[in-house]
């Protein structure tokens, strides 16, 4: 049972850093906002994670790696290049969507991580661009995609994805999945999909 109480309060504190430096960004966040967002006294924090630091590398390290697992799915969930595209860049922007929050967070406040974790967290960056880079390439050598530059073209559609979690709201007129449906066919386009 302690177990599961301690594994709570540091999900609620996690969950309050994202709260927390979403509406004040990191620096502008104390660790006094976290645990009173989290309903907790302000020496939890220290109980659970060594520093406000952490809580964003957590964060971030849990976002990244969520990402990189949701884009190997969508692509071992087809054979041919182009259904992976469509189904890689479904999962990307739904999940942007709906987690736009955390996103935003995990996107925008990079430059507060300590080099160490900023590297840890680029090398997992680096493996999601791999992986969108590499089915293009793919896609090219098939002839089912024509695009003169696939790095190029991972980083537009990847920079779609993630634009996304700065102006997406909840309340929108737009569904995640309608937003899903209209970047894959941005994404066909920009690859040069002969289908």
């Known amino acids: ?20 430096f979403a509406e004040r960004g990191f620096h502008g966040s104390t ?6 967002i989290a309903g907790l006294s302000t020496a939890a924090i220290y109980v659970h994670h060594r ?13 990244h790696h969520n990402t990189l697992e949701r884009l190997k799915s969508a692509v071992a969930s087809a054979d041919d290049p182009v259904d992976q595209l469509i189904a890689a860049v479904r999962a990307f922007t739904v ?18 991580l300590s080099p160490e974790h900023q590297g840890e967290i680029k ?3 680096h493996l999601i661009d791999a992986e969108i880079r590499q089915l293009i390439e793919r896609g090219v050598a098939a002839g ?14 990847l920079s779609l994805g993630i634009d996304l979690a700065r ?3 909840e309340d929108g007129s737009l569904s995640p999945e309608e937003i899903g449906d209209y970047y894959v066919d941005l994404a066909l386009r920009i690859v040069g999909a002969s289908k």
């Open 1 to 20: 049972m302690t177990e599961s109480r301690a594994d709570d309060t540091r999900a609620r504190l996690l969950d309050a850093a994202v709260v927390a």
């Open 31 to 36: 660790t006094r906002d976290i645990t009173s």
């Open 51 to 63: 520093s406000k630091e952490e809580l964003l590398y957590e964060v971030s390290r849990t976002g």
């Open 95 to 112: 999940f942007h969507a709906r987690a736009h929050t955390v996103a935003r967070v995990i996107n925008y406040e990079l430059a507060a």
């Open 123 to 125: 090398a997992i960056r």
């Open 144 to 157: 089912v995609f024509d695009n003169p530059n696939p790095h190029m073209a991972a980083v537009a559609l």
């Open 167 to 169: 102006w997406y709201r």
